[in-house]
């Protein structure tokens, strides 16, 4: 999804469907808010951004490393010098896991259990969300992610050319810590880039944005 904000930004990895888009557009129009379906490692949309930002483990949902480090590429080449990725992500929590066992309980309550499985080999999890009602039948849903730490995520930065500009471990910007569930970490287009386009005659940047499943 665009957002032409004055400062230019597009949400990314905005779950939407077609039914979804159609309901957004009886409140606004194309000319106020651009939407376009995609992956979000390839989608490719008009326009010159500042900020493309990624909440919610959105980058998770590639759920291999090639697709995650093309989705930093894609929001790299499309963002102007000084333009900066926000992702929100959380922390796999391995240490919960002691070995041979390959599932944690992250949430338990009356009416409610959240357990994650994991496949670290390719770094795979697996959140698995029970819903209990009064009687004896349960809803379950599952949604299947591939965990990046953090060191990882830095060097997928670094290959598509971005710096790390702050790391903190929510919106608030608590500090981030070796105890830290999550964290949004800024990453910034060098300010450099510029005068390297201007060298090499490069063309105008167009922002990818995108949808995940």
Not at 12 to 19: R, V
Not at 106 to 125: F, K, N, S
Request: proline share 5%; charged share 20%.
């Amino acid at each position: 999804m665009a957002v032409p904000l004055h400062e230019r930004g597009v949400a990314a990895g905005i779950e939407l469907s077609p039914a979804m888009v159609a309901q957004l557009r009886k409140k606004a129009d194309d000319a106020a808010i651009l939407v376009v379906l995609g992956d979000m490692a390839t989608t490719v949309a008009a326009g010159n951004y500042s900020l493309v930002y990624l909440v919610f483990n959105t980058i998770s949902n590639l759920l291999t490393q090639a697709e995650q480090v093309s989705c930093f590429r894609n929001a790299a080449r499309h963002l102007v010098p000084g333009g900066r990725f926000v992702i929100e992500l959380s922390v796999p929590d391995l240490r919960k896991l002691p070995p041979g066992q390959k599932a944690v309980v992250w949430q338990a309550e009356p009416g409610y259990i959240g357990l994650d499985t994991y496949d670290v080999v390719r770094q795979h999890v697996v959140s698995h969300h029970f819903k209990f009602g009064e009687g004896r039948q349960s809803r379950v849903f599952r949604t299947p992610h591939r965990y990046i730490r953090p060191a990882e995520l830095d060097l997928m930065a670094q290959l598509a050319g971005f710096e790390l500009e702050s790391r903190h471990a929510d919106w608030v910007g608590s500090e981030f810590t070796a105890e830290s569930r999550s964290h949004v970490s800024v990453y910034r287009i060098p300010l450099e880039r510029q005068a390297q386009r201007q060298k090499t005659g490069a063309s105008a940047v167009k922002l990818a944005t995108w949808d995940s499943g």
